[in-house]
């Protein structure tokens, strides 16, 4: 197909056997059945059985099943009811979540148009674009969407809306003209049309060279399909503990039968206490207290604009290093806006951006009256009458505007509505009576209104067509000859313009004679002035871009549209300098990977690229080891969305398939949502590493202390056992759950956003984290332990005496073990609230939730100390204020553990990072 830019129309029709009166009805049949439908087919979808099924693949969530299994074969119904239901729960929040993945192919299969208009056995008929074949002869008018591929023949005037594909903000004007270069990208193929953009005015005729998967949508189409999704660094590290977690539950288990058999005990005795070590290990309430937290943050990510479709993107988002932006709509607004006024000889701004008729003018910083300036008032009024654009307000709001019509004449409609000017009132008293439409050779646009008796003709288009045509200027409202030097001092102006990547257009005007209206002579014009515009970049992208300066993340513009523009949007923003580098798609195709990734080492403008080169790029980083995020909005945008660490597409001018191939959708597309929610994503990640040190700390503790009985059962009784398998679950999945959640709504820690992106190959699990969690899983079963025996030894229980005269003794006992572990874990959800600084520096109470949770937690154990009927289902004892305050003694000693360890750690320089 991309040969067919290059060929003639001749030899088109030739190949293709086909003519400018279509194909016959039988062989369109023929072609419909060879080639298949014109139609995005879908890759063989998910199933909704296999997102279910997927949900049970985490390795945690098999350790859970494995002991729900055992614990009902071996008779322990509620341990394995419990079980079950917390991975129902796990799992079921997940599916919710990911039921709704990826439908990009299927957005992009409605973009097609439904209906195409086509020339078949010399007729004019309206067919289903899906039985649209190679051959036909498309007829395209104003408004319509393009049904497949196509290479125009014959035109009036075309201009094509291609900016869903290609990224570009302007309608791109079409030829019907041979084009020399048969490597052009899409949008550089001036004389062709593609399936899904827009006829954005005039009309042509067209003959499809592709259908279906083979044209430029379909090419993406199978970008999309072909492109595997990253997991996230959550999901990796989650697998990384999965594996710790089995090694060590299997280890432990096998050994503790083993020894068991090696001192005669029952198989199955031992098995059973074997499942219980298994019960203290696994982090029953991991997978659920970190879903919930990340369904929390997602939650309160939603109500700051930004819609997360996957749970663990919230934390990607804060392990972003690179940020590949596209331009039009996510930089900018994509509402193009008059920015340079020149007339009179005097350069006048214009303040504001976008369609909202709100703004100023400025001479030298001073702003000026355009009712007093009568050149400026011309200018303006030339723009509104040569104009066929309208501004209307979207669905009767205040400051929601829209232009109906070509964006470049709704600039200027807009322009003249901020001096007040209104257009319709104007039109009123300029009766239009006849129009010269824009002409791509002659490039003006000519309107003739009658006004008081006298006929004008008001010119708009290229500045050197426009200057071409007058011989006077208007200056101080005198009308002088247009000189040398004066076309030079203009000529001047313009340059400057151009250097500031703006759209120029020259105005003139001529007063004419009514008789003389209707066979105007293009000359003896008076030169009005000039207008420069652009996309202007959103308001608030400045200050986004320093925040992400200074946490270390570095932004590449990728777009279709032209170098010049985006780097000049880029240097006004920040994102760029003098000395950035602008790679075009034509460059980046020649050039290999290895110089590619030289190039990605700095900030970099990457212009006039397709889709393909998105993807690449994306791909490079990724196995430079950066996490990519991507933002788009268009198309175009979709393959390398879907790739990145995080996608991130627009809401209100994202397309469908740019939100459906995406992580997250930004409601307001606003560049600053995401620096917002990479600092939600950096602060959900740290609050997640404190409660994973807060679960493993205390799972830690649970270990020792079952593993210490069980190493003394050695030499006495392995039925002394201190703790319960229900006793533990009612830990990991009761008491324990509030404080975890409350961790992650944890305020973010001081200077968050200046440091640098944390190293996404870094785990939470290092030496440093098991040097942490192995002191205060010593400490808690060493004060576990030495209460269970202290209760027992008060009674005059002794080592190797039965429990059966104890038994009173021993549910006292086990309940002292069993809220001594619970309390040392409320005063460790404390210590959890930072890793580095000391807690007296920080406010303790300052988490409200926190404090809530641990108070609950807390109520939670009166009761179960309290209520009869509890203490029968869970072998418990009521409890002396005495038995409370020696529990709170010995549990309140990690407080002053976890300061001496934050003390020498500072004091040594360095830093324990779980």
């Known amino acids: 197909m991309m040969k067919m830019s290059g060929k003639h129309v001749d030899e088109i029709f030739e190949e293709l056997s086909t003519g400018v009166f279509g194909l016959s009805g039988h062989e369109a049949k023929v072609r419909l059945e060879r080639d298949g439908a014109n139609e995005i087919r879908k890759k063989v979808d998910t199933s909704t059985i296999r997102i279910l099924f997927s949900q049970f693949s985490n390795i945690l969530i098999i350790i859970l099943i494995v002991a729900a299994i055992l614990s009902l074969a071996f008779g322990q119904r509620s341990d394995a009811i419990v079980l079950l239901c917390i991975i129902l729960l796990n799992s079921g929040v997940g599916f919710l979540q990911e039921y709704k993945a990826s439908k990009a192919i299927e957005s992009l299969r409605n973009m097609i148009s439904p209906v195409a208009a086509v020339v078949r056995d010399g007729q004019f008929c309206n067919i289903k674009a899906s039985e649209v074949v190679v051959g036909d002869i498309l007829v395209l008018s104003e408004g319509d969407k393009v049904a497949a591929d196509a290479r125009i023949f014959e035109e009036n005037e075309l201009k094509a809306d291609e900016s869903l594909l290609t990224g570009e903000s302007l309608p791109r004007r079409k030829t019907s003209g041979t084009t020399l270069k048969s490597d052009l990208l899409a949008q550089d193929q001036r004389n062709m049309v593609f399936m899904g953009t827009g006829v954005a005015h005039g009309n042509a005729r067209a003959v499809v060279v592709a259908t279906g998967m083979r044209t430029e949508f379909g090419r993406i189409a199978g970008l999309t399909q072909e492109t595997e999704e990253e997991p996230s660094p959550l999901q990796k590290e989650l697998m990384v503990i999965g594996r710790i977690t089995a090694k060590v539950t299997v280890v432990i288990s096998i050994g503790v039968i083993a020894l068991g058999l090696f001192k005669g005990q029952d198989f199955l005795y031992m098995f059973f206490f074997a499942i219980s070590i298994a019960v203290a290990v696994v982090p029953e309430g991991l997978p659920t207290t970190m879903t919930i937290s990340l369904a929390m943050a997602l939650q309160k990510m939603a109500r700051k604009n930004a819609i997360v479709r996957r749970l663990s993107s919230v934390e990607t988002l804060g392990a972003t290093t690179v940020i590949c932006s596209d331009k039009t709509g996510t930089i900018t607004k994509n509402q193009m806006t008059v920015k340079t006024l020149i007339t009179n000889g005097r350069i006048i701004e214009a303040t504001g951006a976008g369609y909202e008729p709100a703004g100023e003018f400025l001479e030298s910083g001073n702003r000026i009256d355009p009712a007093d300036s009568g050149g400026f008032n011309m200018l303006l009024n030339i723009a509104a009458l040569c104009n066929n654009a309208r501004l209307v307000r979207q669905d009767g709001a205040e400051k929601d505007y829209a232009i109906a019509g070509d964006p470049t004449e709704g600039a200027l409609i807009v322009a003249a509505a901020k001096a007040g000017i209104d257009r319709d009132a104007l039109e009123k008293q300029y009766e239009r009576i006849h129009e010269m439409p824009f002409d791509s050779e002659k490039k003006r646009m000519i309107t003739i209104h009658s006004h008081g008796g006298h006929h ?6 290229a500045p050197d067509e426009i200057m071409r045509m007058c011989n006077r200027i208007l200056a101080d409202g005198n009308e002088p000859a247009l000189d040398a030097e004066t076309v030079a001092r203009l000529a001047k102006h313009e340059e400057d313009m151009g250097r500031q990547a703006l759209r120029v257009l020259g105005f003139a005007y001529k007063k004419l004679s009514p008789e003389a209206s209707m066979r105007i002579a293009e000359r003896d014009f008076i030169f009005a002035g000039f207008m420069g515009m652009i996309d202007p970049p959103r308001a608030e992208i400045a200050g986004a871009v320093r925040v992400c300066k200074d946490a270390g993340i570095k932004i590449n513009i990728i777009t279709g549209d032209y170098g010049a523009t985006a780097k000049a949007v880029a240097m006004e923003v920040g994102i760029a300098n003098k000395s950035t580098a602008v790679i075009t798609g034509v460059e980046l195709e020649k050039m290999n990977d290895t110089r590619l990734e030289k190039i990605l080492r700095s900030e970099t403008i990457f212009a006039r690229v397709s889709p393909s080169h998105k993807l690449r790029i994306v791909s490079l980083l990724q196995d430079m080891g950066e996490v990519v995020a991507v ?24 397309t469908e398939v740019s939100k459906e191939s995406s992580d997250m959708v930004l409601l307001d597309d606003s560049f600053a949502t995401i620096v917002t929610a990479i600092r939600e994503g950096r602060k959900i990640y740290d609050n997640l590493s404190k409660l994973v040190y807060y679960n493993f700390a205390g799972i830690t503790g649970e270990l020792f202390t079952v593993v210490a009985a069980v190493m003394i059962g050695l030499f006495y009784d392995f039925s002394v056992l201190p703790l319960l398998a229900i006793q533990i679950l009612l830990i990991d999945l009761g008491v324990e759950v509030l404080p975890s959640l409350a961790l992650a709504m ?161 004091r040594s320089g360095v830093y324990s990072t779980p």
């Open 456 to 461: 004008y003709a008001f010119a708009k288009g």
């Open 631 to 654: 933002t788009g909005d268009g198309v175009n945008d979709a393959p390398a969305l879907k790739k990145a660490s995080i996608g991130v597409a627009m809401g209100i001018a994202g």
């Open 746 to 906: 944890e305020p973010e820690e001081k200077g968050l956003m200046t440091k640098t992106p944390r190293n996404p190959s870094a785990r939470i699990v290092d030496k440093r984290f098991l040097k942490r969690i192995g002191v205060s899983g010593l400490l808690i079963a060493s004060g576990a332990l030495m209460l269970f025996y202290r209760e027992l030894a008060s009674s005059g229980w002794k080592f190797g005496d039965s429990l059966a005269t104890h038994e009173a003794a021993y549910v006292k006992a086990t309940t002292m073990a069993f809220f001594t572990l619970v309390m040392f874990q409320m005063f460790n959800a404390f210590n959890s609230k930072t890793i580095t600084e000391s807690l007296l520096k920080t406010n303790p109470l300052g988490n409200k939730y926190l404090v809530a949770a641990v108070a609950v937690s807390i109520a939670m154990m009166m009761a179960f100390s309290y209520i009869p009927f509890l203490n029968g289902i869970l072998h418990t004892a009521p409890l002396s204020a005495a038995d409370w305050l020696l529990i709170t003694a010995v549990s309140s000693t990690i407080l002053i553990v976890e300061e001496v360890r934050k003390y020498m750690e500072r």
